[in-house]
């Protein structure tokens, strides 16, 4: 199983980036995805998260800028970033709870996309 993450850049602050991440390999089901973010000196941080069929949950400081959606048929998650921050430069990294076999669930991380917001 492999995540592919793209859409990474480098945008203006006010600008908007769209970021993809698909699945790819043999599973069963892809439970919960998400995405995580780690700046220089920070620690990885929970951006956003859409559980199969749930509702999504969004860290605070992207809450009404972010959205994360999913395409089950494939087997993608996107993240829409509008109204970029400086604050918001990181290396993006996409995570899914991937069903192997049923009840038989392992996380896997994509290889990390750059945003660098700044004029």
């Known amino acids: 199983v492999q995540l592919q993450a793209s859409g990474g850049g480098l945008v203006q602050p006010g600008g908007s980036l769209r970021l993809s991440c698909a699945a790819s390999?043999?599973?069963?089901?892809?439970?919960?995805m998400a995405w995580y973010r780690q700046a220089p000196g920070n620690q990885r941080e929970l951006v956003a998260i859409?559980?199969?069929?749930?509702?999504?949950h969004y860290a605070d400081s992207v809450k009404g800028r972010f959205t994360i959606s999913r395409d089950g048929a494939k087997n993608t998650v996107y993240l829409q970033m509008d109204s970029l921050k400086p604050e918001d430069t990181a290396v993006y990294y996409c995570?899914?709870?991937?069903?192997?076999?049923?009840?038989?669930?392992?996380?896997?991380w994509g290889q990390g996309t750059l945003v660098t917001v700044s004029s």
């Open positions: 390999g043999s599973f069963y089901s892809i439970d919960a």
């Open positions: 859409a559980p199969s069929g749930g509702i999504a």
């Open positions: 995570n899914a709870n991937i069903a192997l076999r049923p009840r038989y669930n392992a996380y896997y």
